[in-house]
């Protein structure tokens, strides 16, 4: 039985004005939309100048990713090789009739690559209904019900696995590759600056992935870019992951452990950081809306 998670204050926030609830949290795993890839900088996310010699790019994949300075590009290295996402590129680029539809329905496939990095990276590779705390599921059932989902989840996977298995990676049956893929589609966020448009897809650890769902939110979102000499002062977490209908038994010790490890990995990628928009007392769940409130509950 999968152990249903929520995030709770960790004391009274009873101040009349919002506060952040979190600092800014670094996600598991990150990738540009395709469109983005030529514009932006696939490290930090930041719009790349305008003059092309002032950008950098992957030298493997000539060009598929490109970076705004060697900080960034050095950065990413390893996230982007290591995993596969370099591999891929490679791939689809000699792919003949279906290389453009590769191309741009990619990015979940991208970030599934970055994450299954991570996670293999830090031991937290397991088959059951959680990934590194991310919320899986039950991927028989996902299969099972057929459909365009699980088509989908079964041809990704099977690409995956066959860059993983071309970099020597262990293979068994694209099992793993379709829980990752499966795990990536059920906590991703779309990454929205400026005016809300969104230029890629984030995977963040259970500090974000455990805040679930209101049609009456007590908090809500923001991202975040990476600025160079920006000030690291931020607020500590104000909320905690707590199994449903507990307010004891929350998890301490892990704020450092999850920031620390997603921060080596993702230096410089968008952050996520929660704010309330609500007093809230010690111990009750802290909620966003994983929708536009605004849309009518019907459409035509």
């Excluded at 092309?52 to 060697?70: A, F, K, R």
């Excluded at 490679?90 to 453009?100: E, H, I, V």
Aim: proline fraction near 6%.
């Amino acid at each position: 039985m999968v152990m249903e998670m929520a995030m709770r204050a960790r004391d009274d926030i009873d101040i009349p004005m919002s506060q952040d609830l979190t600092p800014p949290i670094p996600p598991l795993a990150a990738s540009l939309h395709c469109s983005f890839l030529a514009s932006h900088c696939s490290s930090c996310f930041h719009p790349l100048q305008s003059n092309p010699n002032c950008s950098l790019s992957c030298p493997n994949c000539t060009g598929s990713v490109n970076y705004c300075s060697p900080v960034c590009l050095a950065s990413d290295s390893a996230p982007h090789t290591s995993s596969g996402e370099c591999q891929y590129f490679l791939k689809t680029k000699n792919l003949q009739s279906d290389s453009d539809h590769l191309i741009h329905d990619s990015t979940d496939l991208r970030v599934a690559l970055r994450l299954l990095h991570f996670c293999q990276r830090n031991g937290l590779v397991q088959f059951s209904d959680r990934l590194g705390g991310l919320l899986v599921g039950d991927l028989e059932e996902v299969l099972g019900e057929g459909g365009e989902l699980a088509e989908r989840i079964k041809d990704d996977a099977l690409l995956m696995s066959s860059i993983r298995s071309d970099q020597q990676q262990p293979v068994r049956g694209a099992q793993l590759e379709m829980m990752v893929l499966l795990a990536v589609l059920r906590n991703s966020v779309e990454v929205q600056v400026g005016e809300g448009w969104s230029i890629g897809v984030a995977v963040y650890g259970p500090h974000f992935s455990w805040f679930n769902h209101s049609c009456s939110p007590n908090a809500f979102y923001r991202f975040q870019l990476y600025e160079c000499g920006a000030s690291c002062e931020s607020t500590g977490f104000l909320v905690v992951p707590s199994p449903m209908g507990e307010t004891t038994n929350m998890i301490e010790g892990s704020d450092k452990r999850e920031s620390t490890t997603t921060q080596e990995h993702c230096v410089f990628s968008p952050r996520v950081v929660l704010r309330s928009i609500k007093p809230i007392n010690k111990g009750e769940e802290v909620c966003i809306t994983y929708t536009d409130l605004l849309q009518p509950k019907f459409r035509t």
